[in-house]
């Protein structure tokens, strides 16, 4: 079979969404990759989440993306990270099993029919007219498509750095991709280098554990999907991590090659992330600081290896030797693999629209780090906005473009298309402007209704959400009238040296006190019918709890929302001849011209953009 509805390149975090989303959607797909054994293969840390990560993969599966089911089926620790700050930054992580992450997406994949995997590697985009229609293989083969969704990963004219020495390939053990980046260029696009890194991995034999700190998981942990059955979960054995420290005596180690350092040496001329820095760079811009932390996790169950988590680095192998020996618990360690950085082409997002689709080629859609983003997470969100976009177009459908106040995703999207980046883009909390609002913990009430327009939730699911949004909002309204008797609630204020009531209080206001929780508040309701089924399900009583809590930031958030959805709501025509529309500032006309934005909201987060020229197009428009 050479022709398909969907192409998509690339089996990694994002290629895996944007196949599973449009095949669900009943589209034909073709997955294409080098090596189908590879699919899901966590190139860097064997791990799902964390700050605002957990949050988009909350986020995927809200909408019925695949990640939170592998991560949930595959992992070995699950920790709730920020528990001691609010619940807006509170952010789910796994540490998974390498090998059975990466079995678990192949089974995933397989599961539906509407994919077929294409083992090739592409070498070439094709269009006509400004419209993809296919791909050329390194075999000479033409697979013809009405979309394709580009999910190259680090493979893109990949090198692979330790020390002076320079390898070719996507990531370790494995090839790079060539052509593409070629194809494109010829088609009108704009190309540029970035770099990532990953630590060096050690025999799990040749650690002395009992020197380190041990770090366990949650007690009761939480999985990433609302599909997964509770009473089955976790579903492997859960580990501990460890955690050590570098020193000076490290550090000044690690100095003596930086005179071999591919990144001090100007070898690598991709920009690194920013937030992930290697060791090396630690050092050189945290200069004050004597240490720094490292964690050390397993692999997977079975496996002998164990990654340096805060150890990334591409200084010559001899020297990350000698300065891992002078770390506590890694005296005699055994380094089984050096850890290098990787530099690879990507494609500067402002080419490309909400959708993900490109602005210069229609149909063709980008999705991951080729649109200079870093990590798992960012990849899998954008892979499924790019899928459901890619199958809705040939659906005809209505594409799929989420509101900052609605997701992190929308933040993700809507940041890299108006700010573009020439650095990884990673997510953080702080990115989001209404983060009490998108909470990892109400994403199945924010989201589920767009999977299921997509055919990606199934109706029972919908149903079983709506029911229970239905019990969150009836104890909300409830406990803002029951009252409880001083009598009940003095004993367990005194107990915590809290100022006491004279007279009932409603639920609702004791639950704002910060020595107070709702759990307990509502064991002192008895026998009471009206909230028996609330006090049963731990989930609705978190949610009230929060909602409860925070009830007036929550309320504050989305009377800014409202406001800022006054400019949202003014559409721009993505025709708009904006040298036509004198009074713009140079700046802010070469901007607009280059984003093209769709709404007089998404222009005004133009960098460059100033609020005098949203003013100009205001007054334009309105005429």
Known sequence: MNEFDVIVIGGGHAGIEAACAASSMGVSVALVTMDKNAIGRMSCNPAIGGTAKGHLVREIDALGGVMGLIADRTGIQFRMLNRSKGPAVWSPRSQNDRKLYSEEAIRVVESHKGITIVKESVVAINAENGIVSGVVTAEGHLIKSKAVVLCSGTFLNGLMHTGLKSTEGG????????????????????????????????????????????????????????????????????????????????????????????????????????????????????????????????????????YVNGFSTSLPAEVQDEALRLIRGLENMKMVRPGYAVEYDFFPPHQVDLTLETKLVHGLYFAGQVNGTSGYEEAAAQGLVAGINAAAKILGKKEFVLKRSEAYTGVLVDDLVNKSTDEPYRMFTSRAEHRLLLRQDNADRRLSEYGHYYGLIPEEMINMISARSEKIARGISLFSTKKIHPSKI????????????????????????????????????????????????????????????????????FDTVEKLERYEGLKIPLTLDYHKVKALSTEGREKLVRIRPRSLGQASRISGVTPSDISVLLVYLKK
């Open 490 to 557: 003095n004993p367990i204020l005194e107990s915590r040296e809290a100022g006491l009531i004279d007279t009932p209080e409603t639920i609702a206001k004791l639950c704002k006190r910060p020595e107070l929780n709702l759990a307990e508040i509502l064991v002192l309701t008895n026998s009471d019918e009206e909230t028996a089924d609330i006090k049963n399900d731990p989930y609705t009583v978190d949610q009230i709890e929060i909602e409860l809590k925070y009830d007036g930031y929550i309320k504050r958030q």
């Open 171 to 306: 990531r370790f053990g494995e090839q790079r991709a060539t052509g593409i980046t070629d194809s494109l260029l010829k088609l009108g696009f704009e190309s540029g280098r970035l770099k990532t890194g990953t630590p060096p991995r050690l025999h799990r034999d040749s650690i002395d554990w009992d020197a380190l700190e041990s770090q366990a998981g949650d007690d009761n942990p939480h999985p990433f999907s609302f599909r997964t059955p509770r009473n089955e979960f976790p579903y492997l054995p859960q580990i501990s991590c460890h955690i050590t420290h570098t020193d000076t005596n490290v550090h000044k180690v690690l100095e003596k090659g930086f005179n071999e350092s591919p990144m001090f040496t100007g070898l690598i001329s991709g920009i690194g992330p920013r937030y992930c820095p290697s060791i090396e760079d630690k050092i050189v811009r945290f200069n004050d600081k004597t240490r720094h932390q490292l964690f050390l996790e397993p692999e997977g169950l079975d496996s002998e290896l164990i």
